[in-house]
């Protein structure tokens, strides 16, 4: 009987610590993008990296455009 008086506590005490982490983890928004690991598998990582590229290059090209016509 004597065993209750150190497990309620240790079970409060963790109880609290996952809340915590819980309330934690959406506040920081780890939970905002479920999809984007899980579809990332799917893809080889040369092509992240050419769309990366690609993508960089464009927003280079589309502010030059923007600065060379003022």
Sequence with gaps: MSIIYILIPIAIILTSIAIYLFFWAVKT??????EK?????LFDEDENIATK?????????????DTGSK
């Design 29 to 34: 928004e780890q939970f905002d993008d479920l």
């Design 37 to 41: 690991q899980g579809m990332s598998i």
């Design 53 to 65: 590229k690609t993508t960089e290059t464009h927003s280079e090209n589309t502010a030059k455009n």
